[in-house]
C-alpha cells in the first residue's frame, strides 16, 4: 500500500481556485491509480462523493458530472504526486477532500475500490 498526504485546503471565496496536491510514499506510486472523493458535512464515510480519477500513466482522466470543466486532475509520477487544481468554486464544493489510491480498482468512481487514503483537506468555499 502506499501512504497518502494531502494538503492545499483553504477557505477561498465563490468563483476562486485552490490546488490541492496529494503526496505518496510507500509502494511504487505509478503503479496506481489515484482518485479524488469529497465528503460534504454530516455525510459519512461511506458517503463521500467521486469527484476524478486518473490512470497511472495519466493518459485517462474521469470527472465527475458536478466538477467537469471547472476541475482538473494530473499526476507527476517523478514527484510521486497527484493534483487537484479547482477553478470557479462554488459554496457546495465545500467538503474535505480526500485522495485515494489502488492498483486496479474495480470501479473507478466507488468509494470502496480504493484501499488506500489519506487523511483529508479541508476546502471550504464562501457565497
Known amino acids: 500500500q502506499v501512504q497518502l498526504v494531502e494538503s492545499g485546503g483553504g477557505l477561498v471565496q465563490a468563483g476562486g481556485s485552490l490546488r490541492l496536491s496529494c503526496a505518496a510514499s510507500g509502494h511504487a506510486f505509478n503503479a496506481y491509480v489515484m482518485g479524488w472523493f469529497r465528503q460534504a458535512p454530516g455525510k459519512e464515510r461511506e458517503e463521500r462523493e467521486f469527484?476524478?480519477?486518473?490512470?497511472?500513466?495519466?493518459?485517462?482522466?474521469y470527472y465527475a458530472d458536478s466538477v467537469k470543466g471547472r476541475f482538473t486532475i494530473s499526476r507527476d509520477n517523478a514527484k510521486n504526486t497527484v493534483y487537484l487544481q479547482m477553478n470557479d468554486l462554488k459554496p457546495e464544493d465545500t467538503a474535505v477532500y480526500y485522495c485515494?489510491?489502488?492498483?486496479?480498482?474495480?470501479?473507478?468512481?466507488?468509494?470502496?475500490?480504493?484501499?488506500?487514503w489519506g487523511q483529508g483537506t479541508q476546502v471550504t468555499v464562501s457565497s
Open positions: 485515494a489510491a489502488d492498483p486496479s480498482p474495480r470501479s473507478i468512481v466507488a468509494v470502496t475500490a480504493y484501499h488506500s
Open positions: 469527484v476524478a480519477t486518473i490512470s497511472w500513466n495519466a493518459m485517462n482522466t
